[in-house]
């Protein structure tokens, strides 16, 4: 895949966000957003959101975004997507 600064990428089932952050931190895409129905997931994605956004900030002034969304997947707005990833959506912590 070929990521550029006009894409907008959703992670479906981004569980802790791993490969939201990855993409974020690595390439230059405009947005980079993680939806997850599993909410002690999404909390623990919001957290390290919250030390990256105060460790490098960096990386949040260059008029991109890292966005989390808590719920269900099929209510969300995909207007603007133009990258779609879905894996994992129905694994357990365990």
């Known amino acids: 895949i070929s990521l550029n600064e006009e ?3 959703l992670d479906v089932g981004s569980g802790l966000g791993k490969l939201v952050f990855q993409l974020f931190l690595t390439t230059k895409i405009k947005s980079v957003t993680g ?16 030390k990256l956004c105060d ?3 960096a990386f949040f002034k260059e ?3 890292l966005n989390f969304i808590a719920g269900d997947f099929l209510k969300a707005n995909l207007e603007n997507i133009t990258i779609l ?4 959506t129905v694994f357990s912590f365990e």
């Open 7 to 9: 894409d907008h990428f």
């Open 35 to 50: 939806i997850e129905i599993h909410k002690p997931r999404h909390d623990i994605a919001i957290q390290v959101k919250n």
């Open 55 to 57: 460790q490098f900030p």
């Open 63 to 65: 008029g991109r975004s």
């Open 85 to 88: 990833y879905v894996c994992s």
